[in-house]
């Protein structure tokens, strides 16, 4: 795992040399008020997907797009595409839910498992070097999220 870590600094280091790593040996946890099948819940990837009628993430940024898409609750695999150059696609152009599990958890709604999902799911680029346009945009999703009443949000990052 360390050696890893220092690989994926330096090749960081020689893209973006101005980028601070830092490692996280811990993240805050909120505990569940209620049990998952009282939950509504929604998907958030790191994946670079949107619609097809949306505008792609910018790739050529250097800093990295620190913006968002929206994903409906009723979308389609074939309404979606991937705009992310820093990871192999091979697997999620077989199977969306390697990065964006919708039907995995909308059979979990069927079987009683979860209480619900939300009619929005949102997708942002991993691969982000300055990160405070990021964070900002994280906290929006997050405060439109309360206000739909999402009780989950289930994090898929690439």
């Not at 929604?42 to 913006?67: V, Y």
């Not at 077989?94 to 619900?116: T, W």
Request: proline fraction near 6%.
């Amino acid at each position: 795992m360390l050696n890893s870590l220092v690989l994926t600094r330096k090749l960081i280091q020689t893209k973006y040399p101005s980028f601070e790593y830092t490692v996280f040996d811990s993240s805050p946890v909120t505990p569940m008020a209620r049990p998952l099948n009282e939950c509504k819940l929604a998907l958030l990837t790191t994946g670079g997907l949107h619609l097809k009628t949306d505008m792609p993430f910018d790739t050529k940024f250097l800093e990295g797009d620190c913006s968002y898409r929206l994903l409906p609750g009723d979308v389609r695999h074939e309404d979606i595409m991937v705009t992310h150059e820093s990871y192999d696609h091979k697997f999620i152009n077989e199977d969306l839910n390697c990065v964006f599990p919708i039907d995995r958890m909308k059979e979990y709604v069927e079987e009683g498992k979860l209480k619900s999902l939300s009619g929005e799911h949102y997708s942002f680029m991993g691969h982000i070097y300055v990160t405070g346009p990021l964070l900002e945009n994280a906290a929006k999703v997050g405060r439109r999220l309360k206000e739909l009443g999402v009780d989950i949000a289930f994090l898929t990052p690439t």
